[in-house]
């Protein structure tokens, strides 16, 4: 084999490694999709979080806000499981208003299948529980009501509400 031939066959193989190697820069790892009626499970994360994982269907492919109300009053949690979303977005400004230091409120809004990354989550002490009032189209929808446990809460954004519970 001559110099050239041998010179040639080595630029031939680093182009082909270099093309595998940028054909495989695109391709996406596999998603792994929770079952409809789980929430996401979480990853170990030294205090409190919050894991959200959002359904690509989710809310009729409308953006999604949601409050999590942490509650350290049992008068004012009877309260509130009481009123439906709807009215809770349309009066939580007065709520928190109504019962300082009773309530703390965390707010955000995400789009269906947006990719959330673990949210560091601080409830006050005493919180009895925390409520999740996430705005669907459906006028009736009631808060989802969580205990929560050591390591915080997962939440599970599906096509028509909201599935969660308190991690430990």
Partial sequence: MTVALRNRSVMVLVALLCVAALASCGRSQPKLIAPEARAPKPQKLHGPHLWVSIAPDANQDSPIAVDLAAVTDS??????????????????????????????????????????????????????????????????????????????????LLADGVAGYGVK
Avoid: C
Wanted: glycine letters at 10%; proline letters at 9%; zero cysteines.
């Fill in 75 to 156: 008068r004012l949690l009877k309260m509130l499981t009481q009123t439906t979303v709807s009215k809770w977005f349309q009066q939580r400004t007065q709520w928190e208003l109504d019962n300082p230091g009773l309530i703390t409120v965390y707010s955000w809004q995400w789009v269906p299948g947006q990719q959330v990354t673990p949210i560091p989550l601080k409830l006050p002490g005493g919180t009895k529980a925390v409520l999740v009032f996430a705005n669907y189209h459906d006028p009736k929808a009631q808060a989802l009501v969580l205990s929560p446990g050591g390591g915080g809460l997962a939440l599970r």
